[in-house]
C-alpha cells in the first residue's frame, strides 16, 4: 500500500473550500489523470482514471463527511485497485484555509508500481492541491457543494 500526503494553504474560508471539493465532478480540472467523476447518490461516485496508458474504472463510498471539517471515502469496486482518502479542512482564518490530503492505493501494474518507487504519485498529489487552489481561488468558484453529514459508513 502506498501512502501519500499533501497540505495546500487556500485564500478562502472554510466553507468555500469544503464546498468546491464536494464538486466532485470537477476533480478533472485539478487533478491529472482524472477523465471523469460521477455523483452516483449522496455517498457514492463513480471514476474514470488514466495511469500511464492504462484507463481504469471504480467506485467509491464516503465513508465519513461532515461540512466544512472532513471527507473520507474507499473504493468499494472496479479495477482501480484498492485505495482510500481522506481531506481535511482546518481554518486559518476568516478567509484562509488549509487543506490536507492523504491517500492510501495498491499499486497494480509495473508502471504504477515504477510511479510509487519514483514518488511520481507524491508528485502527483501536491501537484493537484497546487491546481486545487489555482481553482478555488479563482473568481467566481466555490459553488455549494452536498453539505450532509455522513458517519462511519
Known amino acids: ?3 501519500v500526503q499533501s ?5 478562502v474560508p472554510i466553507a468555500r473550500a469544503y464546498n468546491q471539493w464536494t464538486q466532485f465532478e470537477t476533480f478533472p480540472q485539478f ?6 467523476v460521477t ?9 474514470v482514471v488514466k495511469v500511464g496508458a492504462a484507463t481504469r474504472e471504480f467506485d ?9 471539517e472532513l471527507v473520507a471515502w474507499r473504493s468499494t469496486g472496479g479495477d482501480g485497485g484498492r485505495h482510500t482518502g481522506r481531506v481535511t479542512f482546518q481554518t ?25 518507487l519514483l514518488h511520481m504519485d507524491q508528485v502527483a498529489v501536491a501537484q493537484s492541491a497546487a491546481e486545487f487552489k489555482s481553482l478555488v481561488e479563482k473568481p467566481g468558484s466555490g459553488s455549494v457543494g452536498w453539505r450532509g453529514d455522513v458517519t462511519g459508513v
Open 7 to 11: 497540505s495546500v494553504d487556500v485564500d
Open 1 to 3: 500500500m502506498s501512502t
Open 60 to 68: 467509491t463510498e464516503i465513508t465519513d463527511q461532515r461540512p466544512d
Open 92 to 116: 486559518l482564518g476568516a478567509s484562509s484555509t488549509r487543506v490536507n490530503i492523504a491517500l492510501s492505493w495498491d499499486p497494480r501494474g509495473l508502471v504504477e508500481k515504477a510511479g510509487v
Open 31 to 36: 487533478m491529472d489523470g482524472v477523465t471523469s
Open 39 to 47: 455523483h452516483t447518490d449522496d455517498t457514492h461516485t463513480h471514476w
